[in-house]
């Protein structure tokens, strides 16, 4: 398993689920666990949150929705799954699922890196009695029935929302990047085809380059959107779909003195690309509401489990923030969540000003 980095988080976690005592036990004075009652679990075993990532900020903040929904709920949550979300991690974090599914946990909530390759880990999963929940990226199958539900943004609504936004930036006239993730993920497709019919709305606009795939962390996309700077000097407006791609490409624009001088609209809001938003290097990006999706996936699966019928699809909700818009309440709710878990993050991995640093080599 060599390149894998795991992260692990929850109190005391040994992997030993036998004689473990419940978080309710510990927390039905609080006032939530007064608003979610959750006698009918009791005694059980803990949860499983797996992500695609545990290193970009968009997970960061999903994890703190789900222990604020573990806590609510009063069942005990573990968090794990690798840094990256590469192409070899699909075998991790099968690995991942069948632990859990082994160590007999009372339910997983699942954002599979890959449609396919995941569904027969959450079938053995759902044949045991554990039910999973799909957050994030959407998995093949049918909800209610291979899976409980799906957790998500409207991936396919918001890359419209992006695509609607680009082409009024550029007057319904130009050349447009779009700058995809990676293949086998779902959640990012999604986005990518929105922007794509969006952007034929605009008979004035072609679109000059779209099979480019920036890979799973900032350093990869950045490389390959120095690949493409033909291209993208050529271009009027791009597009990315995620954190990573957006980053690795803002990196690319600052690298060759090019920050600015495109309509470019990207995905995610961690505070390096808010930041890059108020400077005029980002035009607008497409704002998830992370933690929301972590908190009410695990709800679901807790209802599941109390025996509560869900909805197949639960919408977390997005939004496009501007420059001007970026002081209104409800675009300052989603960048509060963001602002809270970021130093943890930018600590453990890359400071911000090193990220600058690294745009002028």
Known sequence: MGGFALEEQNLGWTGNLAGRQSLANRHMDSPEAESYPVQPLLPMNPIAVIPKSTTHMLWRA???GAREGAKEAGVEMIWKGSLNEDDGDV???IQIVQQFVSE????????PID????????????QKGIPVVIMDSALKGEPLKDFVCTVSTNNHRAGEMAGEHLGKLLDGKGKVVLFRFRLGSVSTSQREAGCLEAIKKFPDIQVTLDNHYSGSTIGEAQSTALHMLDKIKEADGIFCSNEPSTFGMLLALRQNNLAGSKK??????SPALVEALKRGEIQA????????MGREAVQALVAKMKGET???FIDSDAAVVTKENLGTPEIQALLVQSRDIQWSWVSTTVALKELDSRSNP
Request: glycine share 10%.
């Open 264 to 269: 470019f609209v990207g995905f995610d809001t």
């Open 104 to 111: 007999g946990v009372s339910g997983i909530v699942l954002a």
């Open 62 to 64: 999903v994890e703190a």
């Open 91 to 93: 075998a991790q974090q």
């Open 310 to 312: 869900v909805p197949a």
């Open 285 to 292: 990006l497409v704002a998830q509401n992370p933690k929301k």
């Open 115 to 126: 449609d396919t390759a995941l569904r027969g880990p959450v079938a053995a999963a759902m």
